[in-house]
Each structure stands twice: as structure tokens, then as C-alpha cells.
């Protein structure tokens, strides 16, 4: 191969490798050319030994994967690539060939079900690699990516695991066969000649695509130039202080195209975003755990659309909340008032600056409110609150209150539990959730406000949400923490209506009956937010189409669908740093940089 094009595959995987910790997924290499090199990557990639349909693994939910290589020059890429389907944890065979052996290496991996071994030509020449693949495979599922010659493949004779064979080595083969292993691309070739007596002409087994592929716009016919707007004018958003940062990513027929992160944590610049950051949703939150919930419950009968509050919570029963309807809440149309007083309401015995039995409930850092606060002055607050407006649409975030204790009591589960269970850990969603700070240092996640007058910290990893800070971080209009990667994995498999990873987690009738309009009296569908058909708002872009649906989120972040596109894109930021502001709202920052993917989609290549 020619010095100048290792020397282009080399910042490829410059590019791809800044992606999964950094700041931009897009590659420095021309889209072309990456497109090229992954159409010969696609054709020299073959999948074998897979007649017990390991590839692509389905339930990553249950897979504890690890990522084993030796000397695959471009395994940093890999494993990068792996990381977007799952929490893959990566070692180095290298790091076991001194005191340490790879009886010690197999030691470290008891805790994994599923390993996936990385080999090229070198290794397969040592007979360590070779005993430590005999061992394991007799135990846990394990997957071979052999990048090198046939050769090497008819080593492989005595091996009854899947193997991906990339005989093409390149950092694109690499990307390739990792999302492979995960359905991202589908394998489509079988072995074209005779390798050996066991690995004849026409062996292979093909698989379909069933999950996000991570590529260059150029795959889904769109010029990389053309999304050039797109840093404009996220780079006038910081110049405006309209936010610190931003992240913006978008799926265009079942491929991420475009994911890059912008800015700082904060103004004071120490801590550049980067893809994986996770970020405060705020009303996304509606959408992404409480609506999902109730397409589910739906789905299984649990729920009615057209029963009423009263139906499933008896407390309601000696209100004015009795006969509204499900259907009513998710339309915004019941009447509600907006929200109910939250930290203004507190009295100094409600709350204390240490966590005890009579203090359980962790607003944020040395702040635990009295035991029972909800269920004692929230809860019938929201109960006995005014109905002013039924039938009308006013946006309130009681509605999603109310959702939340609906499906609480339905499934006998907390939200936070039930949508972590059912949707985002099967869907391979590793940030999203209720609460990140269980689980994810305050440096992983982005800040939001500087509270000065209630909580008197900076709000990072709690909510910002005042009623739902109140409520314990977990309410069904607010809290829900994610990095964009895992919004994307959502709302691709909302986009697929209901489908991703071969699992049907909604019904397709059920998606659309949520996402089309619903109301004689607004936009809405069933708790999305939808294009608005008044012209001049051009919402929630100028460009997308009336099938569009999605929400928006008070800390500033956004996901619209677009299925006429076949389309998603989010935006994340943290506007609400250090104060509220209003500018990225004013500066159309959001709306502008989705009609710039428009503007790509309509100019093509």
C-alpha cells in the first residue's frame, strides 16, 4: 500500500478514535473516501461459525462484554466503536505476557460472559493466544475479529466460535467489524474461494443491520460541506454566552452522520464538552421515560387511554382530578395549572443539612428534605389544585405528575426503576437515568444552574427542576440525565416504531398512534410535542416536515424526529448556566442548526 494512504487511514483513525472521548465523531479524511474504504471494507468482511446466531449479539442488557487485544494495530478504534452499542471493557493481551500470563488474563475476565478476542497475522502464530481462545470458548461466549490473510483464517480450523474475517486491515475494517458484532452494518458476503478443507467457497452467514452505524454523511448521501453551518452556528451560540456548550448529533436513515460537541462544562473553560458528557434533560424527560412507559403499559393493557384519574388512584377520587382522562393528561388539555409552588413553600423544618431517618429525601448536597414531604403537602397539593382550563391546551407539568403516579401504580415500580429496566438497559443506553450521581461522577456530567437562592450550590448531577428536586430527582416531567449517544439509541428505536437490536419494545400501531396528532386544539400527539402547522412559527424548524415529533427541554436541549426524512436530531446544552437565559431561544440556535441538515438532505452530494 502506498505511504500516502496510510497516511489518509491514519487520520481517519485519528478521527473515529476523538469520537467516542472527545470532541467530533466527523473524520479530517474527505466523507468520500471513508465511504469508499467502508464499501471494500463491507465487501472483504465475512461472518463464520455462526450457526448459534451470536452475531449480532441480541441481549446486551445481560452481556458483560470485554474487549481482549494483542497486537491489532487498530484496536483503539475498535474498542471505541464497541463502546457505543455497550459498556465494553478493554484489555491488553500485552499487558499478560511478563510475570502476569494469560491464565492470569483469563483470571481477570471471570466477571464477563461475552469476549470478544481481536487477532491478526502475528497472533496467530503464538500458541498462547491460541491455548487462551481453547480455554475460553469451552466457557463463555466468545467472538473472534480476525483482521489479516486467509492464511490466518485457516489457523482457525479448530475453533467453533463466531469469527468475523476482515481480510482487508484497515482502520475502516476495524470500525466495520465492531459494529458488526453489534448490528450497526450487516454482513453481506460469503467466502468467495476455498481457505481451507473446513472453510469452503460460499460459507458465511449474512445478517441484517439492526442497530445505529457511526459513519460519514457521505453514506447517507449528504456532503460533509454542507453541514458546515452547523459549527457556525453553534460557535455563535458560545460567542452569544447563549450556552457554554452544546452537543449536537444526527441520525439520517439509521446512521449517525454528524456528532460533535462544542464549547466548555461551564464559562470559566476548564472542561471542554465532550460526546460522552451527560446532560440534565429536563422536560425531554416527559418523552423519554414517562410517555415510553405509558406506550408500553398501553401496548400490554395496563393502561387505557380513556380511563380516568380516579380509575387508577383512589386518593383522586374526592377531587376535580376524578373523571379526567389519561388521554387528557398526555394531550395537556385537562385543565391543570402549569406547576405548584416548590422551594418558596419549604419552612426550615421541612429540610436539614444532614441525611437522616426523619431527612431521607437528597435534594442535592447538604440538603435532605423531611421524610414523607411528597406524600404529605406535594402530593395533595397537586390533588386539590384548581382545574381552570379543561379542554384547552396549557402546557403543565403536572400532567407528567400525575403519569408518573398512574404508572407507579399500575406496575408496582418506581419510574426510575421501570424505564431503566425496560427500555435503557436493554437498548444498550449506558448514561440514561434517574439520579446519575449513583452512578457517574459530577466530572461526567454537565452543570446546570448556579442556585443561589434555594439550594446554594452549583447543580451538578441533581436535577434542576425545582419540583422535581423536591420529589427526590425522579418525577415524570423532569430528571432524566443522558448523553446524546443514548438519546440517539432511543429515539432511533422510536423512529423504527418501536423496534431496535431485533427487540420490539412498542408496538409500531402504538408509536404512531402517540406521534400523529391527536388534538382538535393544538399540535400535540400523546405527550410529543409536534411541528406546528401555524406557518410563521416555524416550529420546531422552518424546514421539517408536519410528521415531525419530539420535545424540548428547559436546560436547552431538544430531539425531533422526522420520519419523512427518516431523521433525528438532538441538540444538548446547558443554557441554564450559570443563570437562566433566554438568548438560545432568541438566537434560534436550535431550530437553525436542524434546518442546516435539511438544507444538506435537500442539496445531497
Known amino acids: 500500500m502506498r505511504k500516502n494512504n496510510w497516511r489518509s487511514y491514519s487520520l481517519i483513525l485519528f478521527g473515529f478514535v476523538l469520537f467516542n472521548s472527545a470532541c467530533a465523531q466527523n ?4 466523507g468520500l473516501s471513508y465511504l469508499s474504504e467502508e464499501k471494500l471494507a ?36 475498535f474498542d471505541s466503536l464497541l463502546n457505543k452499542y455497550t459498556k465494553v471493557t478493554v484489555y491488553s493481551g500485552n499487558d499478560y505476557n511478563g510475570v502476569k500470563t494469560l491464565d492470569n488474563l ?34 463463555k461466549n466468545v467472538i473472534i475479529a480476525l483482521f489479516g490473510s486467509s492464511a490466518s483464517l485457516a489457523k482457525l480450523n479448530n475453533v467453533a466460535v463466531p469469527i468475523i474475517w476482515a481480510e482487508r486491515v484497515s482502520p475502516v475494517s476495524a470500525f466495520y467489524s465492531a459494529q458488526a458484532i453489534f448490528g450497526g452494518v450487516a454482513i453481506t458476503q460469503k467466502l468467495s474461494s476455498d481457505v481451507s478443507a473446513f472453510y469452503k467457497a460460499n460459507m458465511g452467514f449474512l445478517t441484517t443491520k439492526t442497530r445505529l452505524q457511526y459513519t460519514v454523511p457521505e453514506a447517507a448521501g449528504i456532503s460533509t460541506a454542507n453541514l458546515s453551518g452547523i459549527d457556525n452556528i453553534a460557535n455563535e451560540a458560545m460567542a452569544n454566552q447563549a450556552t457554554p456548550g452544546c452537543v449536537v448529533l444526527v441520525i439520517k436513515d439509521g446512521k449517525v452522520i454528524f456528532n460533535k460537541a462544542y464549547g466548555y462544562h461551564t464559562y470559566a473553560k476548564t472542561q471542554a464538552d465532550k460526546l460522552t458528557d451527560i446532560f440534565d434533560l429536563a422536560s425531554m424527560t416527559k418523552i423519554s421515560a414517562t410517555t415510553i412507559e405509558a406506550m408500553q403499559l398501553t401496548d400490554q393493557g395496563k393502561l387505557t387511554l380513556d380511563a380516568t384519574i380516579g380509575d387508577y388512584l383512589p386518593l383522586a377520587k374526592k377531587t376535580n382530578k376524578n373523571d379526567i382522562h389519561v388521554r387528557e393528561l398526555l394531550l395537556h388539555q385537562a385543565g391543570l395549572i ?66 408518573q403516579q398512574i404508572e407507579e401504580t399500575v406496575t408496582a415500580t418506581p419510574e426510575n426503576v421501570y424505564v431503566q429496566q425496560q427500555f435503557y438497559k436493554p437498548l444498550g443506553m449506558q448514561t440514561a437515568g434517574f439520579l446519575p450521581l449513583y452512578r457517574f461522577t459530577p466530572y461526567q456530567i454537565v452543570p446546570t444552574e448556579d442556585d443561589r437562592e434555594y439550594r446554594h450550590e452549583l447543580l451538578d448531577g441533581y436535577v434542576h427542576d425545582p419540583t422535581a428536586a423536591l ?6 416531567h423532569a430528571g432524566l440525565f443522558a448523553s446524546a ?13 418501536g423496534t431496535y437490536g431485533g427487540v420490539q419494545y412498542i ?3 402504538t408509536v404512531d398512534l402517540f406521534t400523529a396528532k391527536q388534538s382538535p386544539v393544538s399540535r400535540r400527539g400523546l405527550g410529543f410535542d409536534r411541528w406546528d402547522p401555524l406557518a410563521d412559527h ?42 437562566v437565559g433566554s438568548k438560545l431561544s432568541s438566537l434560534n440556535i436550535r431550530p437553525r442548526i436542524q434546518d442546516v441538515v435539511y438544507e444538506a438532505i435537500q442539496k445531497g452530494m
Open 507 to 509: 408496538k409500531p400501531e
Open 27 to 30: 473524520p479530517p479524511l474527505s
Open 538 to 579: 416555524h416550529y420546531p424548524s422552518k424546514l421539517a416536515s408536519p410528521q415531525t415529533y419530539g420535545h424540548t427541554g428547559f436546560t436547552g436541549t431538544c430531539v425531533w424526529v422526522d420520519p419523512k426524512y427518516n431523521l433525528v436530531y438532538i441538540f444538548l446544552s446547558n443554557r441554564v448556566n450559570p443563570n
Open 42 to 77: 463491507e465487501k472483504t468482511t465475512v461472518l463464520l461459525n455462526n450457526a448459534s446466531y451470536l452475531i449480532p449479539i441480541q441481549d446486551i442488557g445481560e452481556a458483560r462484554v470485554a474487549s481482549v487485544h494483542f497486537s491489532n494495530l487498530y484496536a483503539t478504534g
Open 106 to 139: 483469563s483470571a481477570d475476565l471471570k466477571w464477563y460472559n461475552t469476549l470478544i478476542i481481536q487477532l491478526n497475522d502475528a497472533d496467530l502464530n503464538n500458541p498462547q493466544i491460541m491455548g487462551f481462545i481453547s480455554s475460553n470458548q469451552k466457557i
Open 471 to 476: 420529589m427526590g430527582g425522579v418525577a415524570g
Open 338 to 403: 402549569p406547576d405548584i409552588p416548590s422551594f418558596d413553600k419549604i419552612r426550615p423544618s421541612d429540610h436539614s443539612t444532614d441525611s437522616s431517618a426523619a431527612y431521607p429525601t437528597k435534594v442535592n448536597d447538604n440538603y435532605f428534605l423531611r421524610k414523607d414531604y411528597f406524600k404529605d403537602v406535594m402530593w395533595p397539593e397537586m390533588l386539590n389544585s384548581p382545574l381552570k382550563t379543561r379542554g384547552q391546551y396549557v402546557y403543565s407539568d403536572l400532567s407528567m405528575c400525575f403519569m
Open 485 to 497: 449517544n443514548d438519546v440517539a439509541i432511543l429515539y432511533q428505536m422510536v423512529l423504527n416504531r
